[in-house]
């Protein structure tokens, strides 16, 4: 049995990530779990899965947790002997040192938070490899590429990354100023957590995605395309050097790449896991990316490719900025006018060791904050439906 | 250098395959050529290739190739020392002794000739692997099923072989017994040899590829499923034990496969080789597969599961039939009718030797000549445009 431990178990990919071991009682023993805030399911996971080792963010919901848990903070965590794999599904910055401390201890990581390669890209990798552990692609993208991949030997020629559109792909141009939180949070053909959510709507998530294969996959910028894909059913795509392009496909569900990425190399079958039903017919559109409408999507391509701690400064920028959205205190394009201010500010350090990315990280976090402010106060929209 | 031998090398295939000839001119040497009766071409091929060997089938044509060609039977063609690598890519029964051949003397043969496998499923496949010679795919279903399939360790799931639908996918059904070689030879996304293309007009093709894939990835019948999809832009898919689905996708062009076959397992660039567009729209739709339009197709899959010598009579009467109707001696519609009434004639041998396979192709040809003199002729046929 695996000993898995799982940062953020009570989010969206830490609960698919349990429903993978329900499935396969005899090939998981939970070792460690660790969530923010959400006590109450997390006390239902350790009835149910009895952790060795738990861990929760605020020590005010600590002391809600049951007697007799070791409470265990996640970079100690990830390092214990009987912890055989790490599934890193925590949002935003939390996974950084986590993810870091396990790579150094040569674990092998399934990584959900992207944010860590957006912030850490050349660190992380520089950890991954034959000296250390190994990064195991969760999100369906990634994760698509990494398939299509699988027993390729020649370099690619190009990876075709597909993005839903978020919900404003065919929206006005001049409604995006008045999208409210319940609007970006309707995603069309995926069923996410909050922040990724958002990031879907402003196409942050795919410049993400397009960081995270420069990283993963190590292939050049220029080598990475974007195509607009609304069903959602193509998952990614790779181009390699004869011209031959392959694709993963399958019905929008994270638990298959959660799965894949917990078991790789081998593929076992799974009812849970909805199959493509090819008694129906279906409709695959692809079209190029309408930049102008998601203006957060170059500006984060770009910070990808400045390096330095740029991404870092990016990623910590969007978290607060999303996180604002959300509580209604800027508008939704702001999400983009803070994140450019922020990036604007900034001065890379010379290096991206992780104490330079933690300063940046905390530094862009206040300068946010500092910005988000500063902007006038969306104006509360009432819709008629 | 690989020395090479082209069988049919003035058909559609063979001068493709000379187009990656030539634009490798270090990697092949060609050792043979062998051609039908389409001499004039056959004569240029040899002036450029130089080839060491020459068949044409016609005593008649022969006698016009240039002297100093060493005419050689393509069964002892594909035995030389120096021929390291096959291309079947003849039409009908005519690739089955040489195929036979080289496998039985090891050698790797690209097998365009799909009719081969259908006549001989279980023989070829005998021969071929750790003791005999390799079969390597060249038609671009196959081409598709075998990349997907590269590197991936488990069983299959499914098998999805796709299908342009033909020229008559959405045609009025009390048209199809007036439909024309015109017609028929005109297909909506691929430019292929005339018997080809007849049967892809009656998915006859389509069920060969079935049977083929039966055969060549030893897969069970009810794992192989086949659906329209009319833009032959995603030439096949496979779907994996754990519900992941992959496709091998790329613009109809016959370059590609035959190019992976020759270099199999490396991917070379070739200018030549079409790319996919994305910086275009593109609208890829897939629907399940209306059988009565198609009763080929059905007739031909059962043959296939009967097994014994049914394919190699299926396949037989199918050559007879397309020339006929090619001819205008009988209607579309009677390429089924003169099958079906074939195949309800015959009794299976009991084995399936080379010996009882082509003693069955004999008399399925006579057999099908009969049926068809009996059919009333078609009614020529005058239409506006």
Chains 1, 2 share one sequence.
């Not at 009835?47 to 809600?64: A, D, I, K, N, Y």
């Not at 950890?127 to 994760?143: F, K, R, Y």
């Not at 075709?160 to 609007?183: C, H, L, N």
Request: with cysteine; net charge negative.
């Amino acid at each position: 049995m695996k000993g898995l431990v799982i940062l953020g178990s009570t989010g969206s990919i830490g609960r698919q990530t349990l429903d993978i071991v329900r499935a396969f009682p005899n090939e998981f023993n939970v070792v460690g779990l660790a969530a923010g805030l959400n006590v109450e399911l997390l006390k239902e996971q350790i009835e149910e899965f009895r952790p060795r080792l738990v861990w929760c963010t605020s020590e005010q919901h600590r002391g809600l947790l049951p007697d007799g848990v070791t409470l265990t903070p996640m970079e100690e965590m990830v390092c214990q002997p009987d912890a055989d794999l790490i599934m890193a599904a925590t949002i935003g910055s939390a996974g950084l040192v986590p993810t870091v401390r396990a790579l150094e201890n040569k674990k092998p990581v399934a990584l959900a938070n992207k944010e860590v390669i957006i912030m850490a890209g050349g660190l992380v990798k520089s950890l991954a490899g034959p000296d250390g552990g190994t990064l195991l692609p969760v999100d369906s993208e990634p994760s698509a590429i990494w398939q299509c991949l699988r027993g390729e030997k020649e370099d690619v020629r190009r990876i075709i990354i597909t993005a839903s559109g978020g919900p404003f792909r065919t929206s006005p141009m001049e409604d995006m100023e008045k999208v409210t939180p319940e609007e970006a949070l309707n995603h069309p053909t995926w069923k996410m957590g909050r922040k990724i959510t958002v990031d879907s709507a402003t196409l942050m998530n795919k410049a993400f995605e397009v960081i995270e294969a420069r990283w993963l996959f190590d292939v050049p910028w220029d080598k990475i395309e974007v195509v607009v894909h609304p069903q959602s059913i193509v998952h990614s795509m790779v181009e390699f050097a004869d011209g031959s392009v392959k694709a993963q496909l399958g019905p929008p569900d994270m638990r298959l790449p959660i799965q894949y990425s917990l078991f790789y190399p081998t593929r076992l079958p799974n009812q849970q896991i909805p199959r493509l039903d090819t008694g129906l017919s279906h409709s695959l559109t692809f079209q190029p990316l309408e930049r102008e409408r998601y203006p957060c999507f170059g500006m984060a391509v770009e910070a990808g490719k400045k390096g330095g701690t740029y991404p870092a400064v990016l990623s910590a920028a969007d978290e607060v900025a999303v996180e604002l959205f959300l509580q209604g205190r800027i508008g939704f394009m702001d999400i983009y006018r803070t994140i450019d201010r922020v990036l604007g500010d900034h001065t890379s350090s010379l290096g991206s060791s992780l104490d330079e990315i933690l300063a940046a990280d905390h530094w862009a976090r206040v300068r946010a904050h500092e910005v988000a402010e500063s902007l006038p106060a969306p104006t509360p929209v009432s819709r008629s439906t």
